[in-house]
Nanobody, 123 residues
C-alpha cells in the first residue's frame, strides 16, 4: 500500500467528516494528490486535487464551498474536510497520487491509489 486513506464513517445529513491520506515516503513526493469517490453503481468521480508544491486546489462544482482540501507536507498527508454532507455524498472515497502532468481530473493520470474509505450519509 503506497497511500493510506482513513476517516470515513456513518454520519447524518448536515454533519462533517475529515478524511486523511498519508503518502508513504518510499514513493517520493508527488506532483499532486487527488480525492475521488465512487458511489453505488457509479463510476469513480474526481472530487478535488491539491498540488504538492504551491498548494493549488481544484474542486468539482458539487462540493465547492462544502469540501476543503489541504496538505501537511511535513507529515506527507493530505486532508479532505467535508462539511454539510448530504446522502448524495455517500460513496467510497479514494485518494491518489500523481507523478506526471496529465489532467488532474482523470483517474488514469494517477499512479498510486489508497485503499478507499467508506462515507455513508443518512438522511
Amino acid at each position: 500500500v503506497q497511500l493510506q486513506a482513513s476517516g470515513g464513517g456513518l454520519v447524518q445529513a448536515g454533519d462533517s467528516l475529515s478524511l486523511s491520506c498519508i503518502v508513504l515516503r518510499n514513493i517520493g513526493s508527488p506532483k499532486a494528490v487527488g480525492w475521488f469517490r465512487q458511489g453505488p453503481g457509479k463510476d469513480r468521480e474526481f472530487i478535488s486535487v491539491i498540488s504538492w508544491n504551491g498548494g493549488r486546489v481544484y474542486y468539482i462544482d458539487s462540493v465547492k464551498g462544502r469540501f476543503t482540501i489541504s496538505r501537511d507536507n511535513a507529515k506527507n498527508t493530505v486532508y479532505l474536510r467535508m462539511n454539510n454532507l448530504t446522502p448524495e455524498d455517500t460513496a467510497v472515497y479514494y485518494c491518489a497520487a500523481k507523478y506526471n502532468s496529465r489532467n488532474y481530473y482523470s483517474t488514469t493520470a494517477y499512479n498510486y491509489w489508497g485503499q478507499g474509505t467508506q462515507v455513508t450519509v443518512s438522511s
